[in-house]
């Protein structure tokens, strides 16, 4: 099933896509993530010169991240720069500097979370997703691996479906993954979150969980991993990770985002029963905060 958004930034595109290329045209990719501002007014021939290769090469790329020829990226990229300036100020895409002061500290991790929400909901799949949300929504069960920062968000989706009556587990131990996912069955739903689609331990659990038969989803940053080989389904995110980030916030927020919209969907299949089952976990931790509830109405009381 198709992982890509025609609608889709161009940059989101190309460093998504940027370890599968070659490396020649890894070098084209690195020339217009650079700059790509200068580079939708540069002839082919000026980009060729300036990634080291051929202008063949540069249109090798060009169709390699599915934008046709190089007129075409040019124009991608000049409508996407007038997008981004319109939309913040520039100095706040910048990385994260040892020297910068907090409040610059401030403005660029906003930015950055933000523009990786943006982004992933820009180029998400919306087919692949409800193909997702239907295979959740019918599922027996539903494992979640998630190892390291991953696994936080592995959590997040158990406790969200588990918060609406659908039966969910999330595994960050390596032989509990496998164990478990060794005992699914085509009744069932695996869904392995990494983002950079490699982390092996994911890869194997996915790969167990697909021979038993279950359906198999992956969510990770770049569709060309080794992830999406094990996977049925590949929903993609959209995370620019920069010095002090590296790993672990803007890819935590864009995978929520998804985990997000996931549980929503399934929660749509099963309104009656999932409005009632969020009232009813409500209630059983009502007793454990003070004052009225956030949504004005007063707690039940014990008893009635």
């Known amino acids: ?42 002839s082919i021939t000026e980009v060729a010169e300036s990634a080291g290769t051929s202008e063949t090469t540069v249109t090798r790329f060009c169709k390699a991240i599915g934008v046709g020829g190089y007129p075409e990226l040019r124009i991608a990229l000049a409508a996407d720069t007038a997008r981004t300036a319109a939309r913040t100020d520039r100095d706040l895409g910048g990385d994260i500097g040892p020297g910068d002061d907090l409040r610059q500290v401030v403005g660029k ?74 005992v699914l069955t085509g009744a069932d739903v695996a869904v392995g979150i990494s983002h950079t689609g490699s982390t092996t331990e994911t890869v194997e659990a996915l790969r167990v969980a697909r021979e038993r038969g279950a359906t198999t989803v992956a969510l990770t940053n770049f569709p060309r991993s080794p992830i999406s080989e094990v996977a049925d389904h590949v ?59 956030p949504d004005g109405r007063r707690r039940r009381e014990a008893g009635r």
Not at 26 to 39: F, G, I
Not at 270 to 293: F, I, K, N, P, Q
């Open 1 to 42: 099933m198709s992982t890509e958004n025609t609608d889709a930034s161009p940059l989101v595109k190309i460093r998504s896509l940027l370890p599968g290329l070659a490396r020649a045209e890894q070098r084209v990719a690195k020339v217009v993530l650079d700059n790509p501002a200068t580079v939708a007014h540069r």
């Open 235 to 293: 929903l993609t995110t959209a995370a620019r990770e920069t010095t002090f980030r590296s790993g672990a916030m803007a890819s935590r927020i864009a995978q929520l985002t998804v985990v997000d919209c996931l549980f929503i969907g399934v929660a749509q299949h099963h309104v009656e029963s999932a409005t009632s089952a969020l009232e009813a976990t409500y209630d059983a931790v009502a007793g454990h905060r003070l004052g009225a509830r």
């Open 109 to 182: 991790v906003a930015f950055a979370d933000a523009r990786a929400v943006e982004e992933t909901a820009e180029q998400l799949n919306v087919d692949t997703l409800q193909a997702v949300v239907d295979a959740v929504a019918r599922a027996g069960r539903v494992d979640v691996y998630g190892f390291g920062a991953s696994a936080f968000v592995a959590f997040d989706l158990q406790q969200k479906l588990h918060r609406i009556g659908r039966t969910c587990f999330a595994w960050n131990d390596t032989h509990i993954a496998l164990t478990s996912a060794a």
